[in-house]
């Protein structure tokens, strides 16, 4: 392509961002949610949170009786629940009380701006969930101290005495709005994809050929907001489930496919691979983004996370790199970073791993494409990863899973994808920062990190052997704090990871099994704290408490829903439920076993470990996501080999020809 045709682009590129500017001023990206929530404060089984990480106190006074059910409070008696929270702008402030009771209880809610002098903002008889609007009596007052006053008639002594199953205190926030960026940019990229597949068709005519294209899907726009002006009595609910992307992804897709057919992909030696590859991944990572936008305004005014709102508490009380409580530090730090940035709640880290989502797929694609020396391996894993409905929900969530897959891919890369232009030092470079982030993320990472480490070893047995040092020896360098810390603040050095092993052991016992076991709480105990019982370690968890066969034979079955039988489990880890990707999958996986990629099986293998066990016995499967890319990869494996097939005798037809 001459300097003449990169001007033209140029041009044409900037006269799209002009009219994705002007389509932006009339809401052709803006997305809108539905009515959201702030949650202020929570009290529930014991345990109290908040969304909004600054100071929020709460006191229960000692008529109040922790038990299974909740707060009881005796018959007869009267029970105050004090809380002290800061409560940003304006908008309405509610309270939602669940309660057993076989009576109504009298309920009575003061509040005040200054934790002095209390005025009355609600009084009523509540029985089972009520709803409580503070709005009137607490005006703009923030911070704001609220007393629940909750008394029960003693006449009521003969039946069994009320709870407090819940309390929430929630302020309510205006419709999330956001410009749909990602969409904007595949408005952009459009026109210049029609000019690029016009020139390498050796046509005149690109620019106009260019322009007629950003015209057709300008007025494409056009008619669609037309079509959407919609009543405003409608409300936000029809705004929020409005898609109004597909009619500029169809044309991207046609244009692409043209592209790649004249230009031959197929063919290893094609010299278009690099352009072809960087307009698809460009177009696969502007629909991922705009799907998990889309999928934030839907499910994003959920409440957030237990550990989001941990992860962003840890991150704004930071005050030495590795006081990080039990967690490991390098999303704490990530978040952190993110927030200096974003500002500290919820939403901004949601969409923080909504773009390491998006940095997912890029990954994945250079993983694939340089592993196989292809680009289309590469791009049909980004873009079957992009849909993944497991991978697009999770975006959405504020969790360290997308940054834990980014850098698996990272390290796995350096251990697998054989450079030539990359040096051994670089090697060692890349492989320790990203092992590095690998086990800071997840400290049970080493299960599969000093394998993969080893690995690398053998393969660099010829270079110096100081290169070959590096990896381990940052790696531990960095770790060590974090195993100080633990032992400092819990007395157990791997505390991070042991941490869980009661909550899967009541898992297991308790709530699977219900057979109970040695150091088991109590179902009241367990209500109040799901980590409730004697201590444990995920070692002693696992072996002490599981004989050999039994492990063995869990697992497995793990293994089999994760990779081989088309379950809910499979599902997480292909995308798919459908009997044609499964048979697809199954086709994949016989071709790899007898195959030069069979080591990826055995990586697969490698990165679960043991953790199948722990998702057959009730954690979340998305803590088997970092092996999605490589079932992804199988899944698609069919396809490349009928690829190299058709490719071969493409070659040689050529050459005959010739």
Not at 392 to 407: H, K, Q, V
Not at 508 to 513: A, D
Request: hydrophobic content about 50%.
């Amino acid at each position: 392509m001459t300097p003449y045709h990169r001007l033209e682009i140029a041009g044409l590129v900037a006269l799209s961002v002009l009219v994705a500017v002007f389509a932006a001023g009339f809401g052709s990206f803006t997305l809108e949610s539905g009515t959201r929530y702030v949650l202020l404060y929570e009290y529930e089984h014991g345990n109290s949170r908040s969304e909004v990480p600054r100071a929020v106190t709460a006191s229960i006074d000692t008529a109040w009786q922790p038990t299974a059910k909740g707060l009881v409070l005796a018959p007869g008696r009267q029970g105050e629940i004090a809380i002290q929270l800061d409560r940003d702008g304006t908008g309405p402030l509610l309270l939602f009380l669940d309660s057993t009771a076989a009576s109504p209880l009298l309920l009575t809610v003061l509040v005040s701006s200054d934790g002095l002098t209390f005025r009355e903002a609600a009084h009523a008889r509540i029985q089972g969930t009520s709803r409580h609007d503070l709005t009137p009596a607490v005006a703009a007052s923030n911070p704001l101290w609220l007393r629940i006053h909750v008394s029960h008639d003693a006449a009521g002594s003969v039946q069994e005495p009320p709870a407090l199953t819940r309390i929430r205190v929630l302020s309510q926030a205006p419709p999330l709005r956001m410009y749909n960026v990602p969409l904007a940019c595949l408005l952009v990229l459009t026109p210049a994809l029609a000019y690029t597949t016009r020139a390498t068709l050796r046509r005149s005519g690109a620019l106009p050929y260019g322009l007629a294209v950003l015209a057709g899907l300008a007025a494409l726009l056009t008619a669609h907001a037309a079509q959407h002006d919609l009543p405003s009595s409608w409300g936000t609910t029809v705004a929020a489930d409005r898609d109004d992307s597909l009619h500029l992804l169809v044309p991207y897709l046609l244009l692409l496919t043209i592209l790649g057919w004249h230009a031959r992909v197929w063919l290893p030696s094609s010299p278009l691979h690099r352009l072809w590859a960087g307009f698809a991944l460009a177009g696969i990572l502007a629909w991922a983004g705009n799907i998990r936008l889309r999928a934030l305004t839907l499910f994003g005014v959920a409440a957030p996370n237990n550990d989001t709102i941990e992860y962003l508490g840890l991150a704004a009380a930071l005050s030495s790199p590795y006081d990080t409580a039990a967690r490991e530090p390098m999303w704490i730090w990530m978040v952190k970073a993110w927030s200096w940035i974003a500002g500290y709640d919820t939403l901004s880290v949601r969409i923080f791993t909504i773009l390491l989502s998006v940095i997912l797929l890029a990954a994945a694609c250079k993983f694939f494409l340089d592993y196989t020396g292809h680009p289309v391996p590469g791009i049909l894993v980004a873009a079957l990863l992009s849909v993944n409905p497991h991978l697009i929900t999770l975006s959405t969530r504020g969790l360290r899973d997308e940054a834990f897959i980014t850098a698996v891919l990272c390290a796995t890369y350096f251990v697998f994808i054989r450079s030539t232009t990359l040096s051994v030092r670089g090697q060692a470079a890349g492989l320790a920062l990203s092992g590095a982030a690998v086990q800071l993320l997840r400290f049970n990472s080493y299960l599969f990190l000093i394998p993969l480490l080893l690995v690398w070893s053998w393969r660099q047995r010829s270079a110096r052997p100081h290169y070959v040092l590096l990896p381990f020896v940052f790696i531990a360098a960095v770790s060590a704090p974090h195993l100080i810390h633990n032992f400092q603040a819990y007395g157990d050095p791997m505390y991070s990871i042991n941490a869980h092993a009661p909550w899967a052991r009541n898992q297991e016992f308790l709530v699977i099994k219900r057979t109970g076991c040695e150091g088991c709480p109590n179902p009241e105990e367990l209500s109040r704290d799901l980590y409730a019982g004697a201590p444990v370690t995920a070692a002693g968890y696992l072996l002490g408490m599981h004989s050999v066969q039994e492990l063995v034979s869990v697992t497995g079955r793990g293994y089999l829903e994760l990779y081989l039988t088309p379950t809910d489990l499979f599902a997480t880890q292909t995308g798919t439920r459908s009997a044609g990707g499964y048979v697809l999958y199954l086709v994949g996986l016989a071709l790899m076993l007898c195959g030069p990629h069979r080591e990826l099986l055995a990586l697969t293998a490698l990165l679960a470990n043991v953790t199948p066990f722990v998702v057959m016995m009730g954690a979340e499967p998305r803590i088997m996501l970092h092996s999605a890319p490589y079932a992804t990869f199988v899944m698609i494996y069919a396809l490349y080999w009928l690829l190299t097939r058709f490719a071969s005798r493409d070659s040689r037809g050529s050459l005959t020809a010739g």
